[in-house]
């Protein structure tokens, strides 16, 4: 059967959903096998990626991944690819990984696609373009196919009948142009503990309605209250409320989370366009004509001031 | 000012108080106000459907290649592969205070995928002398953020990318590279390929003055040909991707909408119950 290869995305010895969501993909398209690029990681992983379909693990164990920016994954990929000579190569679509996916189709001579939002058996990928507001059919016309899915659009599923996963290693000398980009710091902000908002499963935004930077904490308290990912609306990044980083919309981070709840977003296309594929839509907003009620399964048409505090005092009195 | 160093696009080399030479990448995109469609005849972009603009982050980048060549001295070229309506965006960025500009047209590039269009940025490239490139680090149309990796690749330069923002001092360049829970400081050696993220500075609006010196600045129009490239290798035929079919997405399912009458947050926890989602 043929090899479908799927980098893995990994926090410490924790596999990601996002590669769960891949693996799940790549069983419809051939005999999955993990990538997992840095050291000493490949034995502790190797259990949930067996559970999930995954034959093979290819190990990179090179400490330089995190030295040097995207292009040593790719470079890595592309030796990974040549020994294994894959059906396909999936990645999931964050704004790194879609970078190594770049790099790694001009090595291959590849075609690539993004954003998938899923991945037919023939190879084909399903997209949504234009703000969700077209659907497409895409698939790759040269070459082995790369393609970044956009996490949360599989439902990941164990393997039928899971095997265990042979771990082979492979080594892999960086050239010199993949050492172009030193990563001299990592500087993390305040985010408490939260999860990444690409790839959350919850996300909790808030909007110009919430007034203050200081208010924001309203949002941030029901986001904790759900283990949920904090975002917002472009007019809250431009009033610098909060950093840019958390901008949900056609400009900033794209979402796709199994629940997002928009407090006092009134859900100009422009945030539309970064968040129409979550699964299901919660609004609160004190404007009843606010076109993200078009898009809510529940919508809350009042003060978000009183309705958001009494939700994350009631799911915080459910988990009790 | 500037030390000797080894690149590929040396403009900069030897030459004691040499200027920068800048390059801005732009795309121009149909309007994200409008109603995007494809075009039924080919699954491309209708680019007669919507008026086309800038792309957003494109404005951001022009502006960094500004704010570059005032604190640095040099000159910014705007470089565009695009159908020749694009002169229209190429005029506004040349009113902002771009220097002149390199329009790739030719009909043969309709339908190019990311790849052929970072080929042909290369081959553009070639015949500029250029320390740094500056992009956007994505089109609001396509929204793949793929470009300015794959030119990195192709050129061999070091990829200094998502930046909000850009230090350059000499031949070194360092960036803030946001990443999911703040930014990475990145560093590497002109020349180099850079893309920016919107934020990262104001982008400045064409002066009276600006529109009418844009009126006389240079913009030099290249074909495939031009370039020395294989038409065969570009334009929809030869695109490494192929939208297969598409259609308009079916509206959301209206939801239930309700008026707080002092129970809407316990109302949502209900609702998210009943969909197991807490």
Redesign the interface.
């Given at each position: 059967m043929a090899t479908v290869l799927v980098l893995v995305d990994a926090a410490g010895d924790v596999v990601k959903k996002t590669t769960l969501e891949l693996l799940t993909a790549a069983r419809s398209l051939g005999e999955p096998a993990a990538v997992v690029l840095g050291p000493g990681q490949a034995a502790a992983l190797s259990a949930v990626l067996a559970e999930y379909g995954a034959a093979t693990i290819y190990a990179v164990a090179g400490a330089e991944f995190d030295q040097y920016l995207v292009a040593p994954k790719a470079e890595a990929l592309a030796a990974v690819a040549a020994q294994a000579t894959p059906a396909a190569v999936l990645v999931s679509s964050t704004p790194e990984n879609k970078e190594i996916a770049a790099r790694l189709a001009i090595k291959l001579g590849s075609g690539v696609l993004t954003d998938a939002v899923a991945v037919n058996a023939n190879g084909s990928v399903e997209q949504s373009i234009f703000g969700g507001s077209i659907t497409v059919t895409s698939k790759v016309r040269t070459g082995v196919p790369v393609i970044a899915v956009r996490p949360n659009s599989i439902t990941p599923e164990p393997a039928a009948t899971p095997g265990t996963a042979e771990v082979v290693e492979v080594d892999v000398p960086l050239s010199d142009a993949a050492k172009a980009a030193t990563v001299v710091e990592h500087v993390g902000e305040d985010k408490g503990a939260r999860p990444a908002l690409s790839d959350a499963s919850i996300v909790v935004s808030g909007g110009r309605g919430i007034g203050t930077a200081e208010n924001f904490r309203i949002i941030e308290q029901l986001a904790d209250t759900l283990g949920a990912a904090v975002g917002a609306s472009r007019a809250v990044v431009d009033a610098g409320w909060v950093p840019h980083q958390m901008q949900v919309g056609q400009t900033g981070v794209t979402v796709s989370p199994q629940l997002y709840i928009a407090v006092g977003i009134s859900g100009a296309i422009q945030h539309r366009a970064g968040m129409q594929t979550s699964k299901t839509i919660i609004a609160i907003n004190k404007d009843p004509e606010a076109p993200i009620f078009e898009l809510a399964d529940y919508g809350v048409v009042g003060d978000l001031f009183t309705v958001a505090p009494q939700l994350t005092d009631e799911l915080a009195k459910r988990k009790e | 000012m500037l030390a000797a160093f080894t690149g590929r696009f040396p403009s900069l080399v030897g030459r004691a108080g040499a200027l920068m030479n800048i390059v801005v990448l732009m795309k121009q995109v149909p309007d994200?106000?409008g109603?995007?469609?494809?075009d039924p005849a080919d699954?491309t972009v209708d680019r007669g459907a919507v008026d086309p603009v800038i792309n957003?982050?494109d404005e951001f980048a022009i502006e960094e290649g500004l704010l570059l060549r005032e604190a640095h001295d040099g000159d910014v070229t705007l470089l565009t592969v695009g159908p020749e309506r694009a002169t229209e965006s190429i005029r506004k960025a040349l009113s902002m205070g771009v220097d002149k500009a390199v329009h790739v047209s030719d009909p043969v590039l309709h339908g190019s995928?990311?790849?052929q269009t970072?080929k042909v940025l290369a081959a553009a490239l070639g015949t500029l002398e250029w320390d740094v490139v500056v992009a956007g680090s994505?089109a609001?149309?396509s929204?793949?953020?793929?470009?300015?990796?794959?030119l990195?690749?192709?050129l061999?330069?070091?990829?200094?990318?998502?930046a909000?923002k850009v230090t350059v001092d000499g031949d070194s360049v360092?960036i803030?590279?946001?990443?999911?829970?703040?930014?990475?400081?990145?560093?590497?050696?002109l020349p180099?390929v850079i893309s920016v993220?919107?934020?990262i500075n104001e982008p400045r609006y064409p002066s009276f003055k600006g529109i009418m010196a844009a009126k006389s600045k240079p913009v030099k129009t290249l074909t495939v040909a031009d370039l020395d490239l294989d038409a065969e290798e570009f334009g929809l035929a030869a695109?490494?991707?192929?939208?297969?079919?598409?259609?308009?997405?079916p509206?959301?399912?209206?939801?239930?909408?309700?008026?707080?009458e002092?129970?809407?947050?316990?109302?949502?926890?209900e609702?998210?119950?009943s969909?197991k989602?807490?």
């Open positions: - | 994200t106000e109603a995007r469609t494809l699954n957003y982050i995928d990311a790849i970072t994505e609001t149309d929204r793949m953020s793929v470009v300015p990796a794959m990195a690749e192709v061999e330069v070091p990829q200094l990318s998502q909000r360092s803030e590279r946001l990443s999911s829970d703040g930014y990475d400081v990145v560093r590497g050696r180099a993220v919107e934020k695109a490494s991707t192929e939208v297969v079919e598409f259609a308009v997405a509206p959301r399912q209206a939801g239930q909408v309700v008026v707080d002092g129970d809407g947050g316990v109302k949502i926890a609702f998210l119950a969909r989602l807490v």
